[in-house]
């Protein structure tokens, strides 16, 4: 069983799930469960387009293909909330569980102060966010500073402060620092925004705090809500999900990143 307030790695039993997912994939193992065992008509998330460029968002009611939408698009730039409003009816008609930022959770109560989506029929898995780069500045930035052509890119991470790409023929990684003074990085929102972990989720997950032998192999899950206990403690009994507690050097490198 879990509460509000406990905190856990997490990552999922389903091993090709765990070959496409960011970290420990508990994020779409999570939204896995919550499609298979009714709890919503629909999962809302991101899915990879032509490129790494194109962050696509998706509603899926049929379990089997959540697994597209594993993985983090530092491009996707979209904001989910809006698309709630714009195209779901603002959830007035389905249960769904959605993947958000700090911002599309936002978006999601704004929206819902103004009864422009119900709230009722919406469990949100947060993800930290670090903020994301525009698509056509990720594009001339990896041009003009990497020496890379962006076409041939086919992954790229933040991590510990640095812009990291794989490309056909190797990988380099650039300090954000160093990219944002050029002009280049993170969107000017992205680089004011106080909203780093999600606690207005139900979940907030995220890779900041997984240190050791799990660094990169799980997911750093906090539990935000009754709502979102029920659903992590559900999901880990049921087998969908293993958990550990968190190392505590790893929770005081989390409170200190963020
Ligand atoms: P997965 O199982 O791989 O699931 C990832 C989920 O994120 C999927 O549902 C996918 O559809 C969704 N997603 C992918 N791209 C986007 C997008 N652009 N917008 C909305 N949803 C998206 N964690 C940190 O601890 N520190 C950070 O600084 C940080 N920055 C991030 C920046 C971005 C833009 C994103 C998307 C994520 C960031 N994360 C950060 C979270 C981290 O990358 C992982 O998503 C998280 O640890 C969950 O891992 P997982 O393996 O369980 O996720």
Same mark, same amino acid.
């Given at each position: 069983m879990s509460k509000k307030g406990d905190m856990f790695y997490a990552w999922t039993s389903d091993a090709e799930l765990a070959k496409k &997912? /960011?970290? !420990? !994939?508990a994020v779409t193992s999570l939204l896995k469960f919550a499609l298979e065992k009714k709890m919503v008509d629909g999962v809302f998330a991101v899915t990879k387009g032509q490129d790494i460029y194109d962050a696509v968002p998706v509603l899926i @009611?049929?379990?089997? /293909?959540?697994?597209? @939408?594993a993985g983090s698009l530092h491009? +996707? @730039?979209? #904001?989910m909330s809006k698309l709630v409003k714009k195209y779901? =009816? !603002?959830?007035s008609n389905m249960k769904i569980a959605m993947t958000v930022k700090g911002c599309d959770m936002m978006g999601l109560y704004e929206l819902a102060k103004r009864q422009q989506?119900? #709230? =009722?029929?919406v469990i949100m898995i947060g993800v930290n966010c670090g903020g994301t780069v525009s698509p056509v500045t990720a594009r001339k930035m990896i041009a003009d500073?990497?020496? *890379?052509? %962006?076409?041939? *890119?086919h992954k790229e991470e933040i991590d510990k402060g640095q812009f990291i790409i794989e490309f056909e023929g190797g990988h380099k990684g650039i300090s954000m620092d160093e990219l944002e003074e050029a +002009?280049? +990085?993170?969107?000017p929102n992205c680089r004011r925004?106080?909203?780093? *972990? %999600?606690?207005? &989720? =139900?979940l907030a997950c995220g890779n900041?705090? *997984?240190? +050791?032998?799990k660094a990169g192999k799980a997911t750093f899950v906090e539990v935000c809500s009754d709502k979102g206990a029920d659903w992590f403690s559900r999901a880990a009994k049921a087998g969908a999900l293993a958990t550990e507690a968190p190392n505590p050097k790893g929770l005081e490198m989390r409170q200190k990143v963020e």
């Amino acid at each position: 069983m879990s509460k509000k307030g406990d905190m856990f790695y997490a990552w999922t039993s389903d091993a090709e799930l765990a070959k496409k &997912a /960011e970290c !420990g !994939g508990a994020v779409t193992s999570l939204l896995k469960f919550a499609l298979e065992k009714k709890m919503v008509d629909g999962v809302f998330a991101v899915t990879k387009g032509q490129d790494i460029y194109d962050a696509v968002p998706v509603l899926i @009611t049929d379990p089997k /293909e959540i697994d597209k @939408t594993a993985g983090s698009l530092h491009c +996707g @730039t979209l #904001l989910m909330s809006k698309l709630v409003k714009k195209y779901l =009816d !603002g959830a007035s008609n389905m249960k769904i569980a959605m993947t958000v930022k700090g911002c599309d959770m936002m978006g999601l109560y704004e929206l819902a102060k103004r009864q422009q989506i119900n #709230l =009722d029929n919406v469990i949100m898995i947060g993800v930290n966010c670090g903020g994301t780069v525009s698509p056509v500045t990720a594009r001339k930035m990896i041009a003009d500073k990497f020496g *890379v052509d %962006p076409d041939t *890119v086919h992954k790229e991470e933040i991590d510990k402060g640095q812009f990291i790409i794989e490309f056909e023929g190797g990988h380099k990684g650039i300090s954000m620092d160093e990219l944002e003074e050029a +002009g280049y +990085g993170r969107r000017p929102n992205c680089r004011r925004c106080k909203l780093k *972990v %999600p606690r207005g &989720a =139900d979940l907030a997950c995220g890779n900041w705090g *997984v240190i +050791g032998d799990k660094a990169g192999k799980a997911t750093f899950v906090e539990v935000c809500s009754d709502k979102g206990a029920d659903w992590f403690s559900r999901a880990a009994k049921a087998g969908a999900l293993a958990t550990e507690a968190p190392n505590p050097k790893g929770l005081e490198m989390r409170q200190k990143v963020e």
